[in-house]
């Protein structure tokens, strides 16, 4: 009687530990592909080449956070893009700098945008820990310098 008993806790053991699940497990962070794109004008419209732009993101976990900066370059209309699979920032902020001063129409004053003035829409839904793909626009406009 002893044995069967303890045949039978054997078996119960072991099919409590054999029960499958629908959800895979998962390790690591949860990551999204992100799209960060914009353009840079002057007051009037015009574009403006040879603008930096310099990405801060800030990722915070838990009590922890971590800044990661990027810098990117306006093309000869303007525009700027770039695309990277991470965590989901907490917050963005692009800073803009006219680094070589006249040779692109004018001096122009630095500026900055934030993650609330920026448009972000989802153009991938989320699966599991991957958060989906995010197309992030930042258009500016540039105030000259007045001499």
Do not use: H, R
Request: glycine share 8%.
């Amino acid at each position: 009687m002893k044995s069967l008993l303890s045949y039978l806790l054997i078996l119960l053991g072991f099919s409590s530990c054999t029960g499958s699940s629908d959800e895979p497990c998962e390790y690591g962070t949860p990551t999204a592909t992100f799209k960060i794109k914009g353009i840079v004008q002057d007051e009037d419209g015009q574009p403006i080449p040879n603008i930096q732009v310099v990405g801060k993101y800030v990722y915070y976990v838990g009590e922890k956070f971590n800044n990661i900066k990027d810098t990117l370059y306006t093309n000869e209309m303007g525009e700027f893009s770039k695309s990277y699979t991470k965590m989901q920032p907490n917050s963005i902020q692009l800073n803009f700098y006219d680094i070589d001063e006249s040779k692109n129409g004018g001096t122009f004053k630095k500026d900055s945008i934030m993650k609330k003035d920026m448009t972000i829409i989802q153009t991938q839904k989320a699966d599991g820990w991957y958060q989906g793909n995010f197309e992030i626009t930042a258009n500016k406009k540039l105030k000259k310098i007045d001499k």
